[in-house]
């Protein structure tokens, strides 16, 4: 069995205009996790990415309060299998 997962999170708070996308992507490079992030109409960032449980793990605890200009409420956090669609972590636009 894989360790291998993949989350999907929607960062709720003030996320956006706070660097958020750039600390994200940062983070999750040196967590060895692949995906992206980017900023949604409503506010919110949207974040996927995928890479082993554990290093998630850190990520998603990380999300939860961000860099330390924002704000963020809540994260709603989705998980799923793996797909291996990723070659490295970016913004997306």
Not at 15 to 21: A, E, K, P
Not at 27 to 33: T, Y
Not at 74 to 81: D, L, Q, T
């Amino acid at each position: 069995m894989s360790s291998q997962a993949r989350c999907e999170a929607v960062v709720h708070g003030l996320v956006q205009g706070v660097n958020f996308r750039y600390f994200t992507r940062r983070e999750a490079s040196q967590l060895g996790l692949v995906g992206w992030v980017r900023n949604r109409w409503d506010g919110t960032v949207e974040v996927v990415a995928e890479g082993e449980r554990s290093q998630l793990e850190k990520f998603l605890a990380w999300l939860h309060h961000g860099p330390s200009a924002a704000v963020v409420e809540r994260v709603e956090v989705n998980w799923i299998e793996a797909t291996g669609e990723f070659t490295h972590f970016e913004i997306r636009y």
